[in-house]
C-alpha cells in the first residue's frame, strides 16, 4: 500500500507538471500565432484572410451558407448518403452492443468451462461478423461518398462564379484580396469537405452512442452512472475548446503559405526560359527557400501546440474519462448495499461486469470522440473561413465592386473623384467611340484624362506610343477587363471584338480546337463549319502542312512547345479569319512572320470585313492603315488621318 500510494503521489505531480507545461506551450502557440499575424506582412499584401477564426456565430454562418450550396434540396444524393450513413452509424451501435453480449458470454462460457456451449457459439459468432463487416464498410463508403459529392458540389459552384465573365482575370488583375485562387477552389474545397463528412461522423455517432448505451446503462448501474460521464463531457468540451482557439488561425496561415511556396514553384516552370537566359538560378533558389522557410517556421510552430495540445487532448479526453468510467462502473459492485447481485453465481457477476464495464468504456470512448471532434470543428472553422471568404470575392467581382488596396494615396481633387464603375458602356454595331473617357488603371493611376476619338468599321487604326503609355490599358478597357472610370464608350458587344496577342494562347486540345479556340467541336457543327472550312484558314495563313501530321485534325499535343512562334502567331491569325468579328487587337502579333505572309494576313482582314486596331513597331504595316492613335507618355495623345507623306515614310 505505501508503494501505491508513493507511485499515486508520483503520478499526480508528474500530471500536475504535464499540466504545466502543456498550458505554457498553449500559451507560447498563442503568443506564437499572434507574432506570425504580426509579423507576416506578406499575406497581408497578398490578401490573406485577416478575420477572427474561432468556433463561433460567424463560423455557424458561413457553415450554413455552404451546407446550402452542397446541399441545395431534400432530393439531393447529398443527403441521400447522410441518410446512409445515420442509419448505418445507428445499425452499428447495435452491432457493437450484440459484440458486447456476446464476447461477454463467450468470456463466460470459457471461465466456467463448458466445451459443450463453446463451439457453436464461436460459429455462431463467426457467421454473425460477416453482415457487421458489410456494416462498417458501408459506412465507410458512405462517409466517402458524401465528401466526394459535398466537393463536386461546390467546386461546380465556385466554377460557376470563377469563370463567369472575365471574374477570373479580376479575382488576380483587379482585386488583391485573394491569393492564389487555384488553391482556394483545389485543395481548401477537397479539405473543407473531407473535414465536413468526418466531423458529421465524429460528432454523429458519438452522440448516437451516448444516447444508446446510457439508456442501456441507465437500467444496470443507475442513472448516477450515464450522468458522472455527460458532466465531464460537458466540463472537458468547454475547456478543451477554449484551449483549441489558435487552431483555426494556423490553418488559415499555413494554407496561406502553402499557397505562396506552390505560387513560386508554378513561376519558376512557366518563366524557365526567361530565368535560364539571365541565369537567374542563384535569385530564384533564394526565393524558393524564403518561401519555404516561412512555410517551415509556421508548420514547426502549429506543430508544436498542437504536439502539447494533443497531450491535453489526451488526458482529458481518453484517459481521464477511462478514469471517471471505472469510478463509475465500480459502484454498484463495490457498494455493500446494492443487492442487484445477491442472487448471481460468480460467472455471472463477471458477466454483468464485463457487460456493463464494456457499455460504460464504450460511452466513455463516446464521449472522449466527441470532446476531440471539437479539434476538427476548429480546423474546419479555417476552411470555412477561407471558402466563404472566396465566394464573398467572387460575387463582389461579378457586382463590378474591386477592391485594390495599392491605390495611390495622393491623388488630386478631380483625381479622386474617379470611381471603377462610373462609366456607361453603350453596345452598337461596327462603331467604336470614346466620349471623355479617362485611361485609369485600376491602381488609380490616370495614364490619359480623356480619350475622345471614333473609329467606324473599314478604319484600320494604328496604335503607338513609348512603354506605360497606355496602349495595352486601352485594349483592356475596350475588352471589358477593366472597369470604366467615366465618360461613355461606344463598342460592338464582347464577342464582335477579337484579340491577338503577341504570345497566342494554345488551348489543350485537338489542332481543331486551336483555330476554332473557344469554340468547341459541338459549336462547329451548329455553326455549319466543316473541318475542309477550317482547312482554308490554314492554308490562308501557310500551315496546311500540319494536317499532314499523324492524327491531322485529331492529333493532341502541347502545342505551346510543338509550334515555333511563328508558327503560333499564325494559327492565331487563321483563328481570327474563323471567328471574322467586326474589330480585331492585333498587339504586336506578327513580329515572327515574314513580311509578304504577314501583308497577306492584313489585305485577306480588310477583304472579310474586319477593322483593326494593331499595335506594331514595323514601319512596313503602315500602309495599311487609315489613322495612328499616338500616345506621348505624358498623358497626350493624338489622333490623325494617316497621310500620303506618313505612308510614304512608313513604307
Known sequence: MAVLSKLAGASAVASLLLGVASLRAFIKGRADNEIVQKKDNTFKRQGASRNKVAVDAVFVKRLLKLVKIVIPNLFSKELGYIVLVAVMMLVRTYCDLWMIASTT???????????????????????????????????????WQMGLSFRTRLTKYLFNKYLTGFTYYKISNLDNRIANAD?????DVEKFSQSVAELYSNLSKPILDIMIYARKLSGAIGIQGPSSMLSYLAFSGVFLTWLRRPTGRYTILEQSLEGEFRFANSRLITNSEEIAFYQGNAKEKSVLESSFARLMNLLQKANRFRFFMGIVDTMVAKYLATIVGFYVVSRPFLDPNNTRHLSMNQDEIMQDYYRSGRMLMNLATAVGRLV???????????????????IDVLDDLNNGKYVRTMVTQDLGADQAALKPGSGTIVEVDHLIQFDRVPLVTPNGDVLVRSLDFTVKSGINVLVCGPNGCGKSSLFRILGELWPLFGGTLHKPAKDKLFYVPQRPYMTLGSLRDQVSYPHSKQDLEKRGVTDADLAVFLNHVQLEYLLDRPGGWDAVADWMDVLSGGEKQRIAMARLFYHRPQFAILDECTSAVSVDVEGFMYNHCREIGITLFTVSHRK???????????FDGRGNYSYSPIDSHTQEFGS
Open 105 to 143: 458470454y463467450i468470456e463466460r462460457i470459457i471461465i466456467s468451462r463448458d466445451s459443450g456451449k463453446f463451439y457453436p457459439q464461436l460459429l455462431w459468432f463467426f457467421i454473425s461478423l460477416i453482415p457487421i463487416a458489410f456494416v462498417n464498410n458501408l459506412l465507410k463508403y458512405g462517409l
Open 183 to 187: 488553391q482556394l477552389l483545389t485543395q
Open 372 to 390: 476531440l471532434a471539437g479539434r476538427e470543428l476548429t480546423r474546419l472553422a479555417g476552411f470555412t473561413a477561407r471558402v466563404t471568404e472566396l
Open 620 to 630: 512596313s504595316l503602315w500602309r495599311h492603315h487609315e489613322y495612328v492613335l499616338a
